[in-house]
């Protein structure tokens, strides 16, 4: 599956913004599909990740309680709604799928990427 993020801006702390990654196709139901995240001279990190079939979520503790994934079947979309925006989210936004669980957090664990979208978070 090809994947195509959107949806980064630039916005204030406390604020929110919503991101979404297309897919090419259907995923198949044994697809995981998940959200990185690289800030400037670090490392990629795993964020929140969602089961294409039966809709399992894992999220990184960091984000818990302020970011939200969904999966919308019909328009093939994943979104990550971010609320409560911190200047620490401040990185480029990955998403990236799998087939299998989505209880995995490495980034060479997941075969398709798209590019990545810039979310800057001013305090």
């Known amino acids: 599956v090809q994947l195509q993020a959107s949806g980064g801006g630039l916005v204030q702390a406390g604020d929110s913004l919503r991101l979404s990654c297309a897919a090419s196709g259907r995923p198949f139901s044994s697809t995981s599909i998940a959200w990185f995240r690289q800030a400037p001279g670090k490392e990629r990190n795993f964020v929140v990740s969602?089961?294409?079939?039966?809709?399992?979520?894992s999220y990184a503790d960091s984000v818990k309680g302020r970011f939200t994934i969904s999966s919308d079947k019909a328009q093939n979309t994943v979104s990550l709604q971010m609320n409560t925006l911190k200047p620490e989210d401040t990185a480029v936004y990955f998403c990236a799928a799998r087939t299998g669980s989505p209880y995995v957090y490495h980034m060479q664990d997941y075969s398709s990427w798209g590019q990545g979208t810039l979310v800057t978070v001013s305090s």
């Open positions: 969602v089961n294409w079939g039966d809709g399992r979520t």
